[in-house]
């Protein structure tokens, strides 16, 4: 696959990346099978892999390093996010920076990450969430000045809450943010209203997540699907959601051209927007792997296409 600058970084990266949220707290995941499809999208060309500590308290992570460790000539580039020392998603305005990433804690869970993944420095290190009130905070210029001057990591980030894309503008314009990782798809584009044209301005990198819409967007939907009740998809695809659901993926299936899937269309819609550095997509199963890069490697949609396909966004509160 041809690599994307992510941003100012000196890092390129693939324009899919695999996401280890699944393998880390989903339930039905398996470690073997998560690292024979690991080994597979690096064989493959997948140069980007996106963890967080809080994906099975460091499950993800450590599955992650043993990737490093199994392919010391390959290098795949690495990111994780630091969890909020109070645990709570989203984050909230009425929490100030220091209850939630105060610098002491910042640099014990990077220092943790880092021994996880099996390396010295972390290629990326986001904050996981963010309130953009934060910005004025003394502490959030020297968490970022202490990551890279004890070299931690290569490049810093936030991970922007869902719906929430217009919660990290202040943070681009600091220019202390080489990425922003923001919930981007077919349904939702709100990223693409303000984001994405100061991320163009200041050269920050974007990495989009959800491009499934977290299944949605995946093909399988039905409205009889269920999920065990300690999957957190049992709370996001509840019977009341899932008709509207299925209706809207049903709706954009019509469109599509022959030979053009659900899935494919919504990873190349995704990847077709000039700001995206690199979507990431689960891929737990090696034929995921093998669908998601060979739909990167398609290339963007039409505009066309694509002018039909943001008339399906779908904005929720």
Known sequence: MQSRPLGKSALSVSPIGSGLWGMGAWTGSNDADSLRALQLSLDLGCTFYDSAWAYGSGRSDTLLGQLVKNNPSKRPIVASKIPPKNMKWPTSPSDTIDDVFPVDHIIEYAERIRTALQVDTLDVLQFHGWEDAWTTSPTFERAVHELKSRRLTRAFGISLNRLQSSNGIRAVQTGL??????????FDQAAADELFPLCLKHNVGVIARCPLDDGSLGGKLTVNTTFPADDWRARYFTPEKLPEIVRRANAIQA??????????????FVL????VSTTIAGMRQESHVKSNIAAANAGPLDRPLLTQLESHRWDRT
């Open 255 to 268: 469109i599509l051209p022959p030979g053009l899937s659900l899935p494919e269309a919504a990873l190349r």
């Open 272 to 275: 077709s927007h000039p700001a």
């Open 177 to 186: 943010v080489d990425c922003v990782q923001v919930v981007y798809n077919i």
